[in-house]
């Protein structure tokens, strides 16, 4: 069964700096894309920046030039590296992945998500 496990949220200042990360585990096949997504409260889901194993990425235009998203493919592992954060930046964030698994004869392609990792940006 498929895992995505987040750590890294939690409270910094306006201007600080967090570093996520999200390992998956669990039957994989192989690995598509892994990214970032965010909610705040009464908003919808958004992507924060996505990435392929071949090392393409985007990003929403408003973390642009502050974060940064890398993967370990070795270790299955997504990192989002956050910089110059603000209070407009005060989440919950959640990984999200494109994997293939094997079931029975056939491999088949599922987007999972994590658990979420609340990350809040105040003084």
């Known amino acids: 069964q498929v895992q995505l496990v987040e750590s890294g949220g939690g409270l910094v200042q306006p201007g600080g700096s967090l570093r996520l990360s999200c390992a998956a585990s669990g039957g994989i096949f192989s690995i598509n894309t892994m990214g970032w997504y965010r909610q705040s409260p009464g908003k919808q889901r958004e992507l924060v920046a996505d990435?392929?194993?071949?090392?393409?990425?985007i990003y929403a235009e408003s973390v642009k030039g502050r974060f940064t998203i890398s993967r370990d493919n070795a270790k299955n592992t997504v990192y989002l590296q956050m910089t110059s954060l603000t209070p407009e930046d005060t989440a919950v964030y959640y990984c999200n992945a494109r994997i293939m698994t094997k079931k029975d004869q056939s491999f088949v392609l599922d987007d999972y998500w994590g658990q979420g990792t609340q990350v809040t940006v105040s003084s």
């Open positions: 990435g392929t194993s071949g090392g393409s990425t």
